[in-house]
C-alpha cells in the first residue's frame, strides 16, 4: 500500500515566478521535517510553455514520484485544464479569483486584494502551507533566508505577503486531510542529483571543471562555479564539448583532478577525447546526464537511452569504469569514488544521471567525510634511482606517474628536469611515437590489464526483497526508487518479489549478477528506454536472456503506478 504521502503540483509558464513559489514552499516542508521528492517538468524555451514542479511530501521515508495529485497550484489557466483530471477524489486546486474558473472544489483567493502583482508568489505560499498545516514559523524563517539572498530589499513586503495569505487561509474549510506531523527535520538538506555531483566532486578534490552548458546538466557546473573561488577550483565555459575535454585532459595530465559535465550531443562530440584519455592514460571524469534522443530529442526531459553509447564511445579498445547513482546521496558518494578511480588506474570514468535524478529534489542527511579515503593524484612509488618512463610496463598495467614541469613534494627527490613525455599516437614506454608492432602488442596488453584491477574495486549490486523470489525486478541508475516501492506493493499483494540495482554498469561482476537472475523464478527489467540496453548488457555478459522488460521512452520518470501496470497487476487492489 502506498505510503500516507500527498502530491502537490505547481504549474505555470517560465517566467512566472513558479520557482520561487516551489523553492521557498519546498525548503520549508522539508525544515518542518517531512520527506521529499520533487519532480520538475519545463519546456526548452525561456519564457512561455507550460512548466510544472511535483513535489510528493511524506512524513516517512520516501524513493519515488507517485502519479496522482492532491493539490493543484494553478497559476494560469493552462494549468488547470491539463492537471485537474490528475486530481485524486478529494484533491483540490488553488488559484487566483482573476482566472474567472468557477468550481466548488477549487479555491479561489484573491490574490489582488491580499497583495501586489510582483509578490503574489509569496502570498501563495503562504496560502498552500496554510492548507498543510505547516508551522508559520518555520514558513516565515525559510521565506526570510530565501529573500535575504535572492530579493533582500524586498524582503519585508514578501513576508508581509506571505502572511496576509496565511491568514486568510485561516479558519477555511477544506475537507482536506492533511498529513501527520513529522519528527523534526535534523537539518536535513534539500538537495538534487546535480548538486550531489557537484559536491562530491569538490570533496574528491577536483581542481579543473570544463563544460559546454547543456540541459540537463549545466546546474553541475553552476553550482561548481558558485564553490570555485573558496575551493580553489579553476572553472571554464569552453567554445563547445569537443574544447571543454580536451582542455580537462590537459589540466589532468598536468595533476589537477578534471571534471566535464555534459548531456548526450555533447558527449558525442567528446568522442574522440574520451579516446586520447584512454591512449595517454589520462584520468578524467564525465558527467553525463541523459535526456531523449536522437538528436535534440527531448531536451528538457529523462530517458537512459545512453548506456550502449556510454559503453562503447570513442574509437578503439581502452578500460573505463561507468556509474550509474540511483539515489542523490550515491550521486555524491559514486562521483567521488568516480575520481577514485579514474586516478588509482588513469582511466576516463562516467557517471550517468538523467533528467528526473538531476532535477530531483530530496530530503537529504548531510554527507560526511569521516568514512571516505583522501584521493591524493601524485605517486609516492616513483624511484629516482631509475630513469622516469611515462607509459612503465607494469603487472597492472598502470604506470607511476609524474607531472610535466614540476618536482612533487612526493617525488621531491626527482629533478625538476624530469621529462614527462606522452603521445596520442601508440607510444614506448618512455612516450615516444612508435610503429614497432610488438611494441603495440605489449602497450595494449598493459592498458588491458587495468580491467583486472578495475574488477576487484566493483560497486556492489543492491538486493532487497524475498530471497529466492517468485518475481525480481532488474534496474539501474535512476529507476531505483520507484522499483523499490513497486516491489514492497508487489510484497504486500501476497508476492515474493525482490529487486536488484546495479550503479556501476561497467564492469560488472558477471558471476555474483548471475547468481542473484538464477535465483528468480520470473525476471523483469525496469528501464527507461525503449530497447531494453540494460537487458542486453546482462545477457552480453551472463548469459542470461531476460524475456520480460517494462520500458518507459515517452520522456517522464519511472513510477510504482507504471511498473505494477506495466507486469499486469495494475487492475489488482494496490
Known sequence: MEKNSLNILIGGEAGQGLVTLSQILTRAIVRAGYHIIVTQSYQSRIRGGHNSYTLRLCPDEIMAPREGLDIVVALNKETVELHSPELKPHGIVVLDEALDIKNADHITVPFNSLTSDKFWNASAVGVVSGILGLDESVVVRTASDFFAKHAPDSTEENIKSLVAGRNWMKGRATGFQKLKQPEPGNGRLMINGNEAIALGALSAGMKAMCFYPMTPATSIAITICEHAEKMGVIAEQA??????????????????????????????????????????????????AQRPGPSTGLPTRTEQGDL??????????????????????????LTRKAFEIADKFRIPTIIMTDQFLADCYCASDPFTMDELDPINACDPEVSPDE????????????????????SHECVVA???????????????????LTEDLSVRVRMVDKRNRKNDGLKRHIVDPTFCGNSDPDLL????????????????????????????????????????????????????????????????????????????NVLRYDGLPMTPEFIIEKIGLGSRNV
Open 239 to 288: 567554445e563547445d564539448e569537443i574544447s571543454a575535454i580536451n582542455m580537462a585532459i590537459g589540466a589532468s595530465f598536468c595533476g589537477s583532478p578534471s571534471l566535464v559535465p555534459t548531456s548526450g550531443g555533447g558527449f558525442s562530440l567528446m568522442a574522440e577525447g574520451l579516446s586520447l584519455a584512454g591512449m595517454t592514460e589520462t584520468p578524467v571524469v564525465i558527467a553525463l
Open 308 to 333: 550502449e553509447f556510454a559503453l562503447h564511445a570513442g574509437h578503439g579498445e581502452f578500460p573505463r569504469a561507468v556509474f550509474a547513482p540511483g539515489s542523490v546521496d550515491e550521486c555524491f558518494r
Open 387 to 406: 630513469p622516469f618512463l611515462t607509459y612503465r610496463i607494469t603487472a597492472t598495467g598502470v604506470s607511476p606517474r609524474l607531472f610535466p614541469g614540476l
Open 414 to 432: 626527482h629533478s625538476a628536469h624530469e621529462l614527462v613525455i606522452a603521445d596520442s599516437d601508440e607510444h614506448t614506454e618512455k612516450g615516444h
Open 473 to 548: 525486478l532488474v534496474c539501474w541508475g535512476s529507476t531505483r526508487g520507484a522499483v523499490h516501492e513497486a516491489c514492497d506493493e508487489l510484497r504486500e499483494m501476497g508476492l515474493r518479489a525482490a529487486y536488484v540495482h546495479l550503479s556501476q554498469v561497467w564492469p560488472i561482476d558477471e558471476d555474483s549478477v548471475a547468481g542473484i537472475l538464477r535465483a528468480a523464478k520470473e525476471i523483469v527489467s525496469v528501464e527507461s528506454n525503449s530497447t531494453a540496453q540494460f537487458a542486453r548488457l546482462l545477457r552480453r555478459e551472463t548469459g542470461y536472456r531476460i524475456e520480460r
